[in-house]
């Protein structure tokens, strides 16, 4: 007690005060911060390698457990930057003259609406077939028993339903299979250029077995049968068919200005914002739109802020918990409403909220009207917009309103090798919606 009585706490507390011993502990819990960021943000990416990397290099990955491979960067690790890699892959699109010259003869560009409604579409239908279980199924990568209905069927819905609107239109199968090349490649390259993170090869081979089983079931032939010989003839079809045509540049006007809408002119802010989408673009893609070359400047601001992002998230930031937020579509299983009906809704909302719920309260109905007047939003949820959301089999342009449902839900119980069920199976859908999924319909390879 004697010497307890003989130790100066103050000297002591004074001493803690001292900047070396401030900067000490700070310094501390600074490296134990940036080694748990680092533990952790490798996390699933070990464990999915773990689990995978043997079977994938037995070559025996199947699609579904290539989609749970996947999920790791897209969903996870790099869910915006490989979201916006798809869609730029999607508008890398209309630098082929013979796709966005289909696009421009649909008339389904002729208005804001009309643009806002084929993107959210298509974003949905896509997020859709990447997002939920492919094998339709979220505790099992199996395939599926042809006598159980599927757990969760919206991937082969969609890609049913997409097959549908796809068949009143004339494309050419090389068109298809570039489409489907750069769902494979972009990720890859995007996270290259700007991801904390590349993908590893079993990632990239995860990709490409996935996106070839969506080929498949989309009647696309001729696949590639590795992801190198896809690369390759990926860019031999670039150089020969990707032009500069007004076509390609009427598309990539429309899509622009559907993705910065909400940017506000003032300031220069929506010109910059043009500027921006151009610099992302490889100048083989800039060309072909007969899009402006941007000065050096613009180019170097675009990979600084880039840069400064995939430093942020390597080094500093934790991890995500959640899927949901930064994808276009809700992964987990969703739940009947009290009808026993499913409608969906998007994630996030483009120009027109279309498939938006309308606000049920007085602050909600005051928000709303008042991102219209700011000019986030063209106009406030309604009916028109099918503000009570959408059911899957039921996506497209307002021309096919309604048109199709039972073949599309016959075709996807086909693709799924297993029957839709309810909650599923629409109620407005006859019975023969729901046929024996091993009837082949020669419209759908499974090879």
């Not at 159980?148 to 069927?153: K, S």
Request: proline letters at 7%; aromatic letters at 10%; charged letters at 20%.
């Amino acid at each position: 007690m004697d010497r307890l009585k003989d130790i100066d706490l103050d000297a002591i507390w004074a001493r803690l005060h001292e900047p070396v011993i401030i900067a000490g502990v700070v310094g501390g819990v600074a490296v134990l911060y940036l080694g748990l960021v680092r533990a952790l943000r490798w996390r699933r990416y070990n464990a999915i390698h773990k689990k995978y990397e043997a079977k994938w290099k037995a070559g025996k990955l199947t699609p579904a457990e290539a989609q749970r491979v996947m999920h790791v960067s897209s969903v996870y690790d790099m869910p915006l930057l490989l979201n916006k890699a798809l869609a730029f892959a999607l508008f890398k699109t209309y630098g082929i003259p013979t796709i966005s010259g289909l696009l421009a003869a649909t008339r389904e560009l002729g208005s804001a609406e009309k643009v806002a409604r084929r993107y959210a579409d298509t974003e949905i239908l896509i997020a859709t077939w990447v997002g939920c279980p492919i094998n339709g199924f979220h505790n099992t990568t199996a395939d599926p028993d042809p006598n159980t209905p599927a757990e969760d069927p919206r991937a082969s819905i969609a890609i049913a339903r997409t097959n549908f609107l796809h068949s009143k239109y004339k494309i050419s199968n090389d068109d298809y299979l570039y489409t489907l090349a750069l769902f494979v490649l972009e990720p890859a390259t995007w996270a290259q250029r700007y991801g904390w993170r590349t993908l590893s090869p079993m990632e990239q081979d995860a990709f490409f077995i996935f996106w070839q089983d969506v080929g498949k079931k989309m009647g696309i032939t001729d696949i590639p049968s590795t992801l190198k010989e896809l690369t390759a003839w990926s860019k031999s079809y670039e150089e020969v068919y990707m032009v500069p045509d007004e076509s390609n540049n009427l598309v990539a006007g429309f899509t622009t200005g559907e993705l910065l809408y909400a940017v506000p002119k003032a300031l220069g802010l929506k010109a910059f914002g043009e500027r921006v989408v151009i610099a992302l673009l490889e100048e083989r893609v800039r060309i072909a739109m007969l899009l402006p070359a941007q000065p050096r400047p613009i180019h170097w601001l675009v990979e600084t802020l880039m840069n400064s992002v995939w430093i942020y998230q390597r080094w500093f930031s934790l991890p995500r918990r959640d899927s949901n937020p930064q994808f276009s579509v809700t992964i987990n299983l969703p739940k009947p409403d009290a009808n026993g009906e499913i409608r969906l809704r998007p994630v996030e909302f483009r120009s027109t909220p279309w498939y938006k719920g309308e606000p049920t309260t007085f602050f909600g109905r005051g928000l709303s009207k008042l991102l219209v007047k700011l000019g986030y939003y063209g106009d406030v949820p309604a009916p028109k917009y099918h503000s009570k959301g959408y059911r899957i089999e039921e996506v497209g342009p307002q021309s096919a309103e309604g048109v199709g449902i039972d073949e599309v839900m016959r075709n996807a119980a086909k693709i799924q090798g297993c029957p839709i069920a309810a909650p599923w199976a629409p109620k407005t859908a006859s019975a023969s919606s729901v046929p024996n999924p091993h009837t082949q319909d020669p419209l759908i390879s499974f090879d």
